[in-house]
């Protein structure tokens, strides 16, 4: 009987894809019903209450969720203009053959991604300390600054934010479209070449249009990491209470609300509007960029 | 023919000559380019090294900068790591366990459901594979909530099992394995089962040798995500007993504790194991990090 088992080719698949099919269901599937079943409920510990929509509509009139919400979105936003256009830039620099000491400045920019955001956040709430001997105030210093309250004020909290973002992901980035640059033929630049190409031209008609894919990877995934910061401004401002919320998120408003606050059914439609708002800018943008008519 | 291909490379040799020349301006400036910002992304980890030897508080009242100044600078926070008895160890070694533990899990659950879909028809097939896309999509902070009460019911909290049950079949890593396994032939496949081998013979002993470069790489990214985590395992780990590194940094910042001498010679030593990983291991970390990105 055993032997009859693992010997049949018709059970193996599934016995093989068991395990994901498992953990799918009790920790993908299940958690996501419940957080949409609790969406729609006051839950307090030891009883649930359907409310309808309560939740939502709460959330629509709920001032420091917008300020949460704003706040990632505007991070979003920035990261995408930041951490797309310059690596890519970066990559073709680096790919190009006047490049001297690829391999050690690939890895040199590639080591800050190696660092956990724990440590990430503990340098760079040092670095931009408030103090006029500070780091990043003994270089505003230089060029003839006051010293800031880095992250005391909106302005420039989001800074130390963004600053701590393109630290950690330039080199990141830079990987992925490196790898993507590895994948154009050379034959396409050879005829430029022929044809008198220079090399912005060669950039804007060759380079960027072969590396859509590449581009569309990184954005698709940038999105909803930067929708979904939270970690980041957790330790760059020493926990969950910025001053006047400059650095709350919305997972941070989620885990205020979830966590600290023990309002599930609130915190879950926080996270729910945080998933569709995710999900409709991929799908526009993948759709935008023709991803779903090419069938794979 | 053969003096027709010697003509032509030693024109291109000579063409190159002149190219070199040409271009050496665009060289250095190229280089100078990659030096200035190589230098800007590693200046951080600079000031946090400098900063284990001056003294925490004074760090803490003055912000991290990269002065130097012998005098007040001392090993005197690394004598109190390693003679006095304080939680880094621990922590460290809590990490350690824990990335090795869950790495272990992750690799081989995810290898075990990926050679199902990378080496067999079935039915249901493409619609579970989309679900592994799927979960690779949806960021993990929008289940955190009914994660962490799922895991509270089946009473997991502050244990390691807690931790790493539910990114047990990894989706990223299930999509990496597969996407190598279909680069091998199911001939193999087929010629193990004439030998008289079982399906799970002809994994275990046929192809998860096969799989060993693949293992290496992903091995080394989720050893990476593992000992850099803070979210998940901060929300599920109750004692600090079982902290890990990145939560234990972090409960050092606390205004509470007064163990700032600590803070930074614990966030260096944090650092320094995956900085010799990736030493020793560059080319894995690479092809890990990029596997997604190649395909689009």
Not at chain 1, 132 to 155: H, I, Y
Not at chain 2, 83 to 100: A, D, G, P, Q, R
Not at chain 2, 231 to 240: A, E, I, N, Q
Request: proline fraction near 4%; charge should be positive.
């Amino acid at each position: 009987m055993v032997k009859r088992f693992i010997y049949n080719k018709k059970a193996a698949p599934y016995v093989f894809i068991l395990p994901f099919i498992l953990v799918f269901l009790l920790f993908f599937i299940s958690p996501m019903i419940n957080t949409v079943i609790m969406s729609f409920e006051d839950v307090l510990p030891g009883s649930r209450k359907f409310v309808g929509f309560e939740n939502y509509t709460k959330l629509l009139g709920d001032k420091v969720f917008l300020v949460a919400l704003w706040n990632s979105f505007k991070y979003m936003i920035w990261t995408l203009i930041l951490l797309i256009p310059i690596p890519m830039i970066l990559a073709c620099i680096i790919d190009s053959k006047l490049m001297v000491g690829k391999e050690f400045f690939k890895s040199a920019l590639y080591l800050p991604a190696l660092t956990s955001v724990a440590v990430a956040g503990i340098i760079f709430r040092f670095a931009f300390g408030e103090q006029a001997t500070s780091l990043m105030n003994q270089v505003v210093a230089l060029f003839g600054m006051d010293p800031f309250k880095w992250l005391k004020n909106g302005t420039t909290g989001f800074i130390v934010l963004l600053v701590l973002a393109c630290w950690r992901w330039t080199g990141v980035n830079m990987l992925y479209f490196l790898s993507g640059l590895k994948n154009i033929p050379g034959e396409l630049y050879e005829s430029a070449d022929i044809d008198g190409a220079n090399t912005w031209q060669k950039f804007r008609y060759i380079t960027i249009p072969q590396l859509k894919p590449t581009t569309i990877y990184v954005l698709t995934i940038s999105i909803y990491a930067g929708l979904a910061m939270f970690i980041e401004s957790y330790m760059v401002f020493n926990g969950n209470n910025s001053p006047n919320n400059i650095g709350l998120t919305i997972v941070g408003y989620l885990y205020r609300q979830g966590i600290e606050k023990n309002a599930m059914g609130y915190a879950s439609a926080v996270g729910l509007v945080l998933f569709v708002i995710g999900m409709a800018i991929n799908l526009v943008q993948l759709k935008l960029n023709g991803t779903f008519k090419k069938g794979d | 023919m053969q003096s027709n291909i010697s003509l032509n490379s030693k024109k291109s040799a000579q063409k190159n000559a002149v190219s070199r020349g040409k271009n050496l301006p665009k060289r250095i400036l190229i280089f100078m380019l990659f030096a200035i910002i190589a230098l800007i992304l590693l200046i951080p980890f600079y000031t946090l090294f400098i900063s284990t030897f001056k003294d925490g508080a004074l760090v803490i009242a003055n912000g991290m900068d990269v002065s130097i100044n012998t005098a007040k600078m001392s090993f005197k926070n690394y004598m109190i790591l390693f003679t006095e008895k304080n939680s880094l160890f621990t922590w460290f070694f809590n990490s350690l366990f824990l990335t090795i533990l869950q790495v272990v899990c992750q690799l081989f659950i995810s290898a075990f459901v990926a050679y199902g879909f990378a080496m067999y028809d079935f039915k249901g097939k493409n619609f579970l594979f989309i679900c592994v896309l799927f979960v690779m999509m949806v960021p993990f902070e929008i289940l955190m909530l009914p994660l962490y009460n799922q895991i509270s019911d089946m009473h997991l909290t502050n244990s390691y099992i807690g931790i790493i049950l539910p990114t047990i079949a990894s989706a990223s890593t299930i999509f990496f394995f597969r996407q190598y396994l279909s680069g091998i032939p199911r001939d193999l496949v087929e010629a193990g089962r004439i030998d008289g081998a079982s399906e799970y013979g002809i994994f275990f002993r046929l192809i998860l040798p096969i799989m060993k470069p693949s293992f290496a790489a992903m091995a080394i990214l989720n050893a990476m995500f593992s000992w850099n985590n803070l979210l998940w395992p901060m929300l599920v780990l109750k004692d600090s007993g079982k902290f890990t590194l990145p939560i234990g940094l972090n409960t050092l910042l606390t205004p509470y504790g007064n163990n700032y001498n600590l803070l930074f010679v614990g966030s260096f030593i944090s650092v320094i194991p995956v900085f010799i990983l990736f030493a020793c291991f560059q080319k894995y970390f690479v092809e890990g990090m990029t596997a997604g990105a190649v395909k689009g």
